[in-house]
């Protein structure tokens, strides 16, 4: 299947500092992307996202950089709080035929802030 | 607003036997949702795109005669495993959007596990 992950990788920051977490994406005509947040037990919670014509954008604390040459999205977290732990997945719109669209999700990384 | 309710939120039932999960739109009409798999430490993974008044779209590898998906109205669709198996126990997650375009926004998830 598509975006199949292993298991998930993990970032380890300090509170305050700021976190960076990355993704490749595979899709080079995807156009749409969005940043979800999930906490254990829970669904996915949109953050951000940002359109192809875009290479930046900023919310309340977060950033989102694209780089569609080498299909690389990033997420910036501006002081980093325990709140903030989660597992965060890059997403994907890939578009389908009938004016239809799919949302395919990357590997994930569990982002682990500490006191 | 645009909040995706699921239920039940965790079912435990023996193998052989058969599931129905919900999802409902609450406050929006759903034309399009999705029905997502996620097993532990993974992704989400894209299971079937359920589209009100017609058949469902399978992704590749997802049984339809054990993965029967109903979309009867704009604000709810089922997702029944059928003759369920251990192998079948995971974390069932679906979600919808407002508009195409627009990002998908997810129920809280059903874990099921089969005994």
């Given at each position: 299947?598509?975006?199949?992950?292993?298991?998930?990788?993990?970032?380890?920051?300090?509170?305050?500092?700021?976190?960076?977490?990355?993704?490749?994406?595979?899709?080079?005509?995807?156009?749409?992307?969005?940043?979800?947040?999930?906490?254990?037990?829970?669904?996915?919670?949109?953050?951000?996202?940002?359109?192809?014509?875009?290479?930046?954008?900023?919310?309340?604390?977060?950033?989102?950089?694209?780089?569609?040459?080498?299909?690389?999205?990033?997420?910036?977290?501006?002081?980093?709080?325990?709140?903030?732990?989660?597992?965060?997945?890059?997403?994907?719109?890939?578009?389908?035929?009938?004016?239809?669209?799919?949302?395919?999700?990357?590997?994930?990384?569990?982002?682990?802030?500490?006191? | 607003?645009?909040?995706?309710?699921?239920?039940?939120?965790?079912?435990?039932?023996?193998?052989?036997?058969?599931?129905?999960?919900?999802?409902?739109?609450?406050?929006?009409?759903?034309?399009?949702?999705?029905?997502?798999?996620?097993?532990?430490?993974?992704?989400?993974?894209?299971?079937?795109?359920?589209?009100?008044?017609?058949?469902?779209?399978?992704?590749?590898?997802?049984?339809?005669?054990?993965?029967?998906?109903?979309?009867?109205?704009?604000?709810?669709?089922?997702?029944?495993?059928?003759?369920?198996h251990p192998e079948d126990s995971s974390f069932y997650i679906c979600s919808a959007r407002v508009q195409a375009g627009?990002?998908?926004?997810?129920?809280?998830?059903?874990?099921?596990?089969?005994?």
């Amino acid at each position: 299947g598509e975006s199949v992950g292993l298991h998930l990788p993990t970032l380890s920051v300090q509170e305050g500092d700021n976190s960076i977490i990355n993704c490749a994406y595979s899709n080079s005509a995807s156009d749409y992307f969005i940043w979800y947040k999930q906490e254990s037990g829970k669904g996915p919670q949109f953050i951000i996202d940002i359109r192809s014509n875009m290479d930046k954008r900023q919310g309340q604390r977060v950033t989102v950089l694209l780089n569609k040459t080498v299909k690389h999205l990033s997420l910036q977290i501006a002081a980093t709080q325990p709140g903030d732990s989660a597992v965060y997945f890059c997403a994907e719109t890939i578009r389908l035929r009938g004016g239809y669209n799919k949302l395919i999700f990357g590997a994930g990384t569990r982002l682990a802030v500490h006191p | 607003g645009a909040v995706v309710s699921q239920h039940p939120s965790r079912v435990i039932c023996k193998s052989g036997t058969s599931v129905k999960i919900e999802c409902r739109s609450l406050d929006f009409q759903a034309t399009t949702m999705f029905w997502y798999r996620q097993f532990p430490k993974q992704s989400l993974m894209l299971m079937a795109t359920s589209n009100e008044g017609s058949k469902a779209t399978y992704e590749q590898g997802v049984e339809k005669d054990k993965f029967l998906i109903n979309h009867a109205s704009l604000t709810l669709s089922t997702l029944t495993v059928t003759s369920a198996h251990p192998e079948d126990s995971s974390f069932y997650i679906c979600s919808a959007r407002v508009q195409a375009g627009s990002p998908l926004h997810f129920g809280n998830g059903t874990r099921l596990t089969v005994t």
